[in-house]
RNA sequence: GCCCCCAUCGUCUAGGGGACUAGGACGUGGCCCUUUCAAGGCCAAAACCGGGGUUCGAAUCCCCGUGGGGGCACCA
């Protein structure tokens, strides 16, 4: 292990500490459990914590039952916490929402430090500002209006009561470099940087200021996030260079894009269908854990040029931030569907049959875990998501089956023909006491031969017969299962839809 | 408009100067197996964005171009 991560940090080695960081703004989609994948896995591999913060200090987007949805998801995935706003730790609280006071006191830090300002400039005059420099094509920037101000006016102004933020005095001159771990050196013109809010005039903070002084705190050893934070990247830097404090390692890890390719992954790919980006979604279409963490995995990182099936453990063993790819990834939902049954067949068979119950209930077929049993061995190869086991099987728990009278008609015959092989078929069938698969495939393989049938064709309508479908698992298991009682009455079913026919 | 990042088959990727007739996986096509559908096995088509350098030698290093992505809020 230590070979696979030797090229970071030392302390890497000692007490690792990640947190996965998400805002409760809208449901967790699949970027987010994928970042917050490589952080549990980072912190495993270590030994490490993997702690949960919750950043919560925009009260506009706040979207209750978001929370909720992110430890359901990381549950659900298999990925458990170490600290967090539901179990508590030795830095709480881990809710941005109830650490005000915290960035307050060092957002005044800064300000006494010389690092930051206030600010009075109202929304209004910080629009016209923004809209007048579009308008000479000159990038967006604060101005400067209260940098200038000398500290007694700003203090003055800010006892009798005047509305303000605070500013992070960027420097005017020079450049800043930050430095990370799978793209090394980010350098940018402190030129470009922005003298950006830290403290917003409801008094709570924005995320510059709130993640910096909390991974400070919590003592955060790595910070991973996706690259969409590159842009302020040094203006990070410079906040922790501000406070004097030891940088963590900076890991910005690739987005994931549209499954075309183009553009960031966007929320109307989901809902529903083949294209859900949500991973509680996924779980309700029939997709297993196992499967989602493998595929996620594999989306902007690999191991080497042979493996690819992996469980938890194997991840958490062969992870490595250095092998994280720096450019983005469409998402493969065909792989997904690969993956899934990979897993699928991977399970045992009881496991299979424990996690298939719900699915049933969802389609209203009150199962149980016994009756499904005998059905899993039959299904489990054929199957790449436990839904796809509803439609295969559903025939078998249903009182009636309702095939397709013109499906009835083996393949090459005539109605009548059908009809003839489904009463020949049913005579045979009821000079057995029950149904053992091994003597019903000879009697009925037997059958064929006298229709001078090819086995297909006769199969083809009993398939149909018995299950009401073209597409079903093995015909003779099916039948046993099934029992003489059933199998008799759809025959008797197949032979008056065939009547019917003619 | 400005800034930052990225660039190998359709997609995810291996590759860190010679081991490359560029490997694997998904998907696609074909064959085998076969009671349907799968699964499994075998085979095939499919890529180093372009141009300059550096070097005996470049997919690998550098520069430019192009393309793609991201960012430019009192959102994160």
Same mark, same amino acid.
């Given at each position: ?8 940090p ?10 996965f ?10 970027g ?6 490589y ?6 591999? /270590?030994?490490?914590a ?7 200090t ?5 979207? &209750?039952?978001?929370?909720? #949805?992110?430890?359901? @998801?990381?549950s659900w ?19 941005q929402?109830?650490?005000a006071?915290i960035?307050?006191a060092h ?15 109202t ?13 000479? *094509?000159? &990038?967006?920037?604060? +101005? ?13 102004r *800010? ?14 001159q ?39 002084v909390? +991974?400070?705190?919590?003592e ?27 940088? &963590?390692?900076w890991v ?8 075309s390719?183009?553009?960031k992954l966007? =929320? ?7 294209? %859900? ?10 997709y ?12 902007g ?5 042979r493996?690819?099936?992996?469980d ?8 490595s931030?250095? *092998? $994280?790819?720096?450019? &983005? ?5 065909? =792989? ?12 045992k ?8 119950v ?9 199962? /149980? #875990? ?16 436990l839904?796809?086991? @509803?439609?295969m ?25 059908? %009809?003839?092989a489904?009463?020949?078929? /049913?005579? $045979?069938?009821q000079?057995?006491?029950?149904l ?5 495939e000879?009697?009925?393989r ?7 049938? =090819? ?6 309508? $009993?398939?149909v017969?018995?299950t009401?479908?073209? @597409?079903?698992?093995p ?25 019917? $026919?003619?």
């Amino acid at each position: 292990m230590s070979s696979e991560v030797g090229t970071l940090p030392a302390r890497v080695n000692s007490s690792t500490r990640v947190r996965f960081a998400p805002s409760p703004t809208g449901r967790l989609h699949i970027g987010g459990a994928r970042t917050a994948l490589y952080d549990y896995l980072l912190a495993r591999q /270590t030994e490490g914590a993997f702690v949960i913060r919750i950043e919560d200090t925009d009260r506009k987007r706040y979207v &209750p039952g978001a929370e909720e #949805e992110i430890y359901e @998801v990381l549950s659900w995935l298999g990925m458990e916490w170490n600290e967090g706003p539901d179990v508590g730790g030795p830095f709480a609280p881990y809710r941005q929402s109830e650490r005000a006071d915290i960035y307050l006191a060092h957002a005044e830090q800064l300000v006494d430090s010389g690092h930051a300002y206030y600010c009075f400039c109202t929304a209004e005059r910080l629009a016209s500002v923004r809209k007048e420099q579009q308008a000479r *094509k000159k &990038p967006p920037r604060y +101005d400067g209006l209260c940098r200038r101000l000398n500290s007694e006016e700003a203090l003055n102004r *800010k006892h009798v009561g005047e509305s303000h933020v605070i500013r992070f005095k960027t420097p005017r001159q020079g450049k800043t470099t930050g430095v990370d771990v799978i793209r090394g050196e980010i350098t940018v013109e402190n030129a470009t940087l922005d003298d950006y809010i830290l403290l917003k005039s409801d008094g709570l903070p924005v995320y510059h200021l709130a993640a910096m002084v909390d +991974d400070h705190l919590m003592e955060i050893t790595h910070v991973l996030r996706t690259s969409e934070w590159l842009p302020t990247f040094p203006l990070h830097v410079l906040i922790y260079e501000a406070f004097g404090w030891e940088q &963590p390692a900076w890991v910005h890890m690739s987005v994931l894009l549209n499954p075309s390719g183009k553009g960031k992954l966007s =929320k109307r790919h989901g809902s529903g269908g083949a294209h %859900a980006v949500y991973p509680l979604e996924l779980k309700e279409l029939g997709y297993l854990p196992e499967a989602v963490v493998n595929w996620l995995a594999l989306m902007g990182w690999s191991y080497d040029d042979r493996a690819e099936f992996f469980d938890m453990p194997d991840l958490i063993r062969k992870f490595s931030m250095v *092998k $994280l790819n720096a450019s &983005p990834a469409a998402v493969n939902f065909s =792989k997904l569907d690969h993956f899934n049954g990979l897993h699928i067949r991977s399970l045992k068979q009881e496991d299979l049959a424990k996690r298939l119950v719900s699915h049933f209930h969802a389609a209203d077929l009150e199962v /149980t #875990e016994a009756e499904l049993a005998p059905i899993v061995p039959l299904i489990q190869e054929r199957i790449r998501t436990l839904n796809e086991a @509803v439609e295969m099987s559903g025939f078998f728990f249903r009182d009636t089956v309702q095939p397709d009278p013109q499906q009835l008609i083996g393949k090459n015959m005539s109605a009548a023909e059908s %009809a003839a092989a489904v009463s020949r078929s /049913t005579e $045979l069938i009821q000079g057995f006491d029950r149904l053992d698969a091994e003597s019903l495939e000879l009697a009925l393989r037997g059958l064929a031969d006298d229709l001078d049938l =090819k086995v297909g064709q006769l199969f083809g309508i $009993l398939r149909v017969a018995v299950t009401g479908q073209r @597409v079903s698992p093995p015909l003779i298991e099916t039948m046993e299962i099934l029992g003489m009682g059933l199998v008799l009455e759809r025959l008797n079913r197949a032979a008056e839809l065939l009547d019917s $026919l003619e």
